[in-house]
């Protein structure tokens, strides 16, 4: 098999403890020593990477390169002007069950995350939105693969056809905060971008996290 072309991103050497005080991370850091490619499927790439360790032994690590992705979180004003949230349920095979999720989808080649966001919105629930502000971003799976999703909020919701890709079946519902938290309390949603998400709209309805709103034109 051939050498793995590259590496995973590097981390950061040096973090901040305390009252902002830098602290080396080197004492943390793996260095990539050899590594070979064991799986090339349609959008996942896996790879067996040899690592010297921060000690000067080795040791390896598996793990999965992914595109990257974002997740939507599509606020939705009703006739009383308060907010409801569209969410999907979707059966996932790995996990064998139907998952209540927020849209979400991966980046193809060279797309900018905004552009993704707003074509996998569409695609599954058949919304646009006027507005756009990016939260941030999680790292759902950081033991064994690369993927990262963006996190993105939409607001100014008008609702056309769906344009579903072909073999992708899903329903679209809508649920207030407090009921998606109370789902997420009481384990009916597990999945971990959307618990992140919910955590961003508590903080954001606190007024504890703030968004930056940017006005985009709807998708036709």
Excluded at 31 to 41: H, T
Excluded at 46 to 66: I, K, N, W
Excluded at 97 to 106: C, D, L, N, R, S
């Amino acid at each position: 098999m051939s050498a793995a072309p590259g590496r995973p991103k590097q981390v950061r050497t040096a973090a901040h403890q305390g009252e902002g005080t830098p602290v080396s991370d080197r004492h943390l850091i793996e260095e990539k020593l050899d590594g070979v490619e064991l799986f090339k499927g349609h959008f996942l790439h896996a790879f067996r990477d040899t690592v010297r360790l921060p000690d000067g032994h080795s040791a390896v690590r598996e793990y999965v390169r992914h595109p990257g992705a974002v997740m939507i979180i599509p606020l939705m004003e009703d006739a009383q002007g308060g907010i409801r949230l569209v969410l999907e349920r979707q059966f996932r095979y790995p996990v064998g069950q139907v998952m209540i999720e927020f849209p979400a989808g991966k980046l193809d080649p060279g797309e900018d995350g905004l552009t993704c966001a707003r074509r996998e919105l569409l695609e599954e629930t058949g919304y646009s939105a006027t507005h756009w502000a990016k939260a941030g971003v999680l790292h759902p799976v950081i033991a064994y693969s690369t993927e990262f999703i963006e996190i993105w909020f939409a607001r100014g919701l008008s609702q056309g056809p769906r344009r579903l890709d072909s073999g992708e079946f899903l329903d679209v519902l809508t649920a207030s905060l407090d009921e998606l938290l109370g789902w997420c309390a009481d384990g009916t949603v597990t999945d971990a971008k959307t618990l992140s998400g919910a955590l961003w709209l508590q903080n954001v309805r606190a007024g504890s996290w703030s968004l930056d709103w940017q006005a985009v034109a709807p998708t036709l």
